[in-house]
């Protein structure tokens, strides 16, 4: 059984950091791709950043220059350092990881999806 757990959300002003973390943890054999999302109140969830196995990383527009999304591979984690923050960064933030694990024998990728944690940014 694998479990993907956010951290790290909260209350800030506009201008302020935030980091993101979200750690995977089971029987896993690798992690593979992973992102985050973020979905505001009435609207489509989104891409915010994503991250290779091997470290490529791409940004929505929106963020690129102020969000920086990181891996440790040792700890199962992935993370969003969130920089300049402003309101309309406010969003449940997601984490989006595709992991392949053992299940009952035999590896099977999939994605997993976290719970969410509240970002609000505050003007």
């Known amino acids: 059984q694998v479990q993907v757990v956010e951290s790290g959300g909260g209350l800030v002003q506009a201008g302020g950091s935030l980091r993101l973390s979200c750690a995977a943890s089971g029987s896993i054999f690798s992690m593979n791709n992973m992102g985050w999302y973020r979905q505001a109140p009435g609207k489509q969830r989104d891409l915010v950043a994503r991250?290779?196995?091997?470290?490529?990383?791409n940004y929505a527009d929106s963020v690129k220059g102020r969000f920086t999304i990181s891996r440790d591979n040792a700890k199962n984690t992935v993370y969003l350092q969130m920089n300049s923050l402003k309101p309309e960064d406010t969003a449940v933030y997601y984490c989006?990881?595709?992991?392949?694990?053992?299940?009952?024998?035999?590896?099977?990728?999939?994605?997993?999806w976290g719970q969410g944690t509240q970002v609000t940014v505050s003007s």
């Open positions: 989006n990881a595709e992991i392949t694990a053992w299940d009952s024998g035999a590896l099977n990728t999939r994605i997993y």
């Open positions: 991250i290779t196995s091997v470290g490529a990383t």
